[in-house]
């Protein structure tokens, strides 16, 4: 089964972005991983291994928003 997870973002100044991640862990086929992202630009990892990311717009961090 694939699996996608959605993860949403708001910097300082009011821009937003996504991140999504989708996962195949299928027992009896290859796993993979695909990660894809929209306005935003990579930062990194946090302390949990998550990444971090700063504005495509503005340069300032993002903060995760929770959902849409």
């Given at each position: 089964m694939i699996t996608l997870t959605r993860?949403?973002?708001v910097c300082l100044n009011g821009h937003e972005g996504?991140?999504?991640t989708s996962e195949d862990d299928q027992p009896d086929s290859p796993?993979?991983?695909s990660n894809r992202t929209s306005g935003l630009v990579?930062?990194?990892t946090d302390s949990?291994?998550?990444a971090c990311y700063?504005?495509?717009t503005c340069g300032e961090p993002m903060c995760e928003a929770g959902r849409h």
């Open positions: 993860r949403y973002f996504e991140e999504v796993q993979w991983e990579d930062n990194g949990n291994g998550f700063r504005c495509k």
